[in-house]
């Protein structure tokens, strides 16, 4: 069954520095998300992005964040300079079209120290 | 504005009772509802989903839901509760515009005790 994966499971970065956290959306999907989980707290939505360019962003996604595809395949979330309340869970997702189910990977726990 | 609630932020049942969770939405149409469930340290699994038709869906793990436009609700039902199905519970909206998001609610933890 396809899946969207990401990597790395498990990501520590001290503060201030960039970090890339990688996903593989399912291949004919459309759409791609962000979300991430801080501990103990909801899933929220960070940003959406659907042919090449960002559809809508939540007011967490500001300007240290940024999304890309650079390829047919990989979809990234860059955050420039982290920060220690960055530390969360971030998941991917990808839907094939419009209202449909969003299947989401594993996550990456990232810890900023 | 649109939004999901689930009411119940923790519930706790003994093994083989019966569960359900609630999940209430605020939204102009039918929206398309979706179940999730997230493990200890696991990511997020799709439980079941309502797009239209038949209001009683079912779901993997024997889990089952049942969309009430009258109530607003999508609540979500097992007839006998495992030890394993300890986890949080998410119900999901998609809110589609033009744009792609879906909103969780806050969660539903439930604890399954012998």
């Known amino acids: 069954e396809p899946e969207v994966t990401q990597t790395p499971s498990h990501q520590v970065t001290q503060m201030g520095q960039e970090v890339i956290l990688r996903c593989v959306p399912i291949?004919?999907?459309?759409?791609f998300y962000w979300y991430r989980q801080i501990l103990g707290q909801k899933v929220e939505f960070l940003v959406s992005f659907y042919n090449n360019e960002i559809s809508e962003k939540s007011e967490i996604f500001d300007d240290q964040f940024s999304v890309e595809r650079p390829d047919g395949s990989n979809f990234t979330l860059k955050i420039r300079s982290t920060k220690l309340e960055d530390s969360a869970m971030y998941f991917c997702?990808?839907?094939?079209?419009?209202?449909?189910?969003?299947?989401f990977g594993q996550g990456t726990r990232l810890t900023v120290v | 504005a649109q939004s999901v609630t689930q009411p119940d932020i923790h519930i706790t049942v003994s093994e083989g009772a019966s569960l359900e969770l609630r999940c209430n939405y605020s939204?102009?149409?039918?929206?398309?509802l979706f179940w999730y469930v997230q493990s200890p340290g696991q990511g997020l699994q799709l439980l079941l989903k309502y797009f239209s038709g038949d209001t009683l869906v079912q779901g993997i793990k024997g889990f089952e839901a049942e969309f009430k436009r009258s109530q607003s609700s999508f609540n979500l039902r097992k007839p006998s509760v495992h030890w394993s199905d300890a986890a949080e519970y998410f119900c999901?909206?998609?809110?589609?515009?033009?744009?792609?998001?879906?909103?969780f609610g806050t969660g539903t933890k439930l604890q399954v005790i012998p």
């Open positions: 999901a909206v998609p809110f589609s515009g033009g744009y792609q998001k879906v909103t």
């Open positions: 291949s004919n999907h459309l759409y």
């Open positions: 939204y102009g149409a039918t929206p398309y």
């Open positions: 997702a990808s839907t094939p079209g419009d209202g449909t189910e969003a299947f």
